[in-house]
């Protein structure tokens, strides 16, 4: 629905927080279809610019919802995560299978 970051931006990039509903939910689920959750942007098809000149790309956007603490709601994550998370959402990092 909305970025996090202020009025200005149009884009979510990773480890931008943003605002969203739920399109599809498993049966039986804690979060059900049309709820309005947070998560922060993890992957995105869009390529990540490194400072050492590398970039990264995923084939796929994906967030991590997260609770009003901003600590995530699930105790897995599948698949990998870039490190430009670190600084902020440390307990992603940990729960990741593989950070790139």
């Given at each position: 629905i909305t970025i996090l970051r202020g009025t200005k931006h149009r884009y979510g990039r990773v480890g931008d927080i943003i605002t969203g509903t739920v399109k599809k939910a498993v049966p039986g689920g804690a979060i059900k279809q049309g709820t309005i959750v947070r998560g922060v942007i993890v992957r995105t098809r869009a390529p990540i610019h490194r400072d050492d000149g590398s970039h990264v790309r995923f084939d796929g956007n994906a967030i991590v919802l997260l609770d009003p603490e901003n600590n995530p709601r699930g105790t897995r994550i599948f698949g990998?995560?870039?490190?430009e998370l670190r600084?902020?959402?440390?307990?992603?990092?940990?729960?990741?299978?593989?950070?790139?």
């Amino acid at each position: 629905i909305t970025i996090l970051r202020g009025t200005k931006h149009r884009y979510g990039r990773v480890g931008d927080i943003i605002t969203g509903t739920v399109k599809k939910a498993v049966p039986g689920g804690a979060i059900k279809q049309g709820t309005i959750v947070r998560g922060v942007i993890v992957r995105t098809r869009a390529p990540i610019h490194r400072d050492d000149g590398s970039h990264v790309r995923f084939d796929g956007n994906a967030i991590v919802l997260l609770d009003p603490e901003n600590n995530p709601r699930g105790t897995r994550i599948f698949g990998a995560v870039p490190r430009e998370l670190r600084p902020n959402f440390m307990k992603i990092i940990s729960l990741a299978a593989e950070v790139v």
